[in-house]
């Protein structure tokens, strides 16, 4: 019998939340369960590229959500491409070693221009004046415009922001069992989002935050329902549903930018729509990712980097401040990652502002505007719609995530249908690589 794995990305799923999903439990009955822990950062990019590779950050590169890059003096967030990832994914791995046997990999990030057989991730068009055209990168490449033509058009501005809610997740499911349906293929790995944002919102344990739990129960039970009719009663499908990290609650936040700007490190530059941040000029700044911050020195300058040490070195928030051996700790000492790395404490993240006066914040602050802004900005979540613009008050945000998963309450969960395939009752996300590929004899 030919194998058929399935899975199921779902960032912010705890062993709790489990428990109340009646469809999740049915899926995976008889099967087992593991605490996951995922790798620091515990944010999106760097734990499903540790999930498809296997690797750590040192390997394969994703070392936050975005990336600065130097040699450009430019920070991109959310955009890179496939090829970002060093190593090999699950994918290339399956079609070196087993020919003929077929991949499909539905909206994880960094999926534009992967090598699956079959692919699905939105790729807005940018229009030349400054508007988005709704469009997804599919293989074949034709794909996308049957399952528009089936489906209606994705709905980005559902899939994440202040509207992420039901209509992007079930897209992404009618659209995988659609897939499934036509081709049936071996190795299926489907993203679905809808639990991060509620939880960031107004806090995990909120009711917006449980009723996104049994929103999604709801739908794993379609997807099961739809990929039983796609494989048939006769094929066995394995089962794989990792939780990614789990989201905590939080009532403090840092604004590392705004210290640095206070220490004379930090530049910007004053434009007509507010200060923005100088990138060229500045010895030092941060690029934020809920709770760390990557920090790039000018030239590595050593009294610089031990400057900022000094700075944020017990500073309410921040945990630890990694610098060499500290980054190679983490397996963070890559070229892309920042000279210094900034980790929250478990009950604070950290903001990207760096102005000092709401007066003076660029205009994109206001706006959801996730490639413009250097680092995530949770506090879009809080769009207000009868101003149609974002408040600037970051302690409106009440779950992060992202900082080492030291206590049992920021460890996420791995459940199967099938036991016997978990090396240990707690694992790690780049054990999933390793599982994956056990179940097809490699």
């Known amino acids: 019998m030919s194998q058929h794995v399935i899975l199921l990305s779902i960032p912010g799923l705890r062993e709790m939340d489990v428990a109340k999903m009646k469809r999740l439990k049915e ?6 369960i593991a605490n996951l822990v995922p790798s620091f950062p515990g944010v999106t990019c760097p734990v499903q590229a540790a999930m498809t590779t296997g690797k750590s950050a040192r390997q394969h590169g994703v070392v936050a959500n975005g990336f600065y890059w130097r040699e450009q003096n430019r920070v991109e967030m959310w955009t890179s491409p496939s090829d970002c990832i060093g190593g090999p994914q699950i994918w290339d791995v399956l079609h070196e070693r087993l020919p003929g046997v077929t991949s499909a990999v539905w909206f994880p990030l960094h999926s534009k221009g992967c090598p699956a057989d079959y692919v699905c991730t939105p790729a807005p068009i ?42 992007s997740s079930r897209w992404i499911v009618d659209s995988a069992v659609h897939a499934a349906k036509t081709y049936r293929p071996h190795f299926f790995y489907i993203y679905l989002q809808h639990l991060d944002y509620a939880a960031q919102r107004t806090g995990p344990d909120s009711p917006e935050a449980l009723k996104a739990v049994d929103e999604l129960d709801e739908m794993i039970g379609q997807l099961a329902e739809g990929f039983g009719e796609a494989y048939g009663a006769d094929t066995r499908l ?21 210290i640095l700007r206070e220490a004379g490190l930090l530049e910007v530059e004053k434009k007509d729509d507010g200060e923005h941040l100088d990138l060229a000029g500045s010895r030092a700044w941060a690029m934020v990712d809920h709770q760390f911050s990557h920090v790039f020195i000018k030239n590595a300058d050593r009294t610089t980097i031990q400057r900022v040490v000094e700075l944020f070195t017990g500073r309410e928030g921040i945990e630890e401040v990694l610098s060499g051996e500290g980054l190679a700790r983490y397996d963070l000492d890559h070229p892309r990652s920042g000279e210094l790395v900034l980790v929250s404490s ?97």
């Not at 939780?243 to 930018?257: D, L, Q």
């Not at 998963?405 to 054990?431: K, Y």
Request: glycine share 10%.
């Open 27 to 32: 899926l995976t009955a008889g099967g087992e």
């Open 238 to 258: 394995f089962w794989l549903v990792a939780g990614e990290y789990a989201i905590t609650s939080v009532s403090h936040v840092s604004y590392p930018n705004r």
């Open 346 to 442: 478990s009950e604070s993240w950290q903001a990207y502002y760096w102005w000092l006066d709401d007066a003076h914040a660029p205009g994109f602050a206001r706006s959801v505007d996730i490639h413009r802004k250097p680092g995530y900005d949770p506090v879009e979540l809080h769009f207000d719609p009868p101003t149609k613009s974002i408040p600037l008050d970051a302690t409106l945000v009440a779950g992060s995530h992202g900082a080492p998963a030291r206590d049992p309450s920021q460890q996420s969960v791995l459940l199967a249908n099938e036991p016997g395939h978990f090396p240990h009752h707690i694992v790690r996300d780049t054990d999933v690589f390793e599982i994956v590929l056990g179940r097809f004899g490699l």
């Open 126 to 167: 940018h229009n030349p004046d400054g508007s988005e055209s709704l469009w997804c990168y599919t293989r074949p490449e034709g794909l996308y415009g049957t399952l528009r033509d089936k489906l209606g058009h994705f709905p980005l501005h559902h899939y994440w922001g202040p509207m992420a809610g039901l209509p």
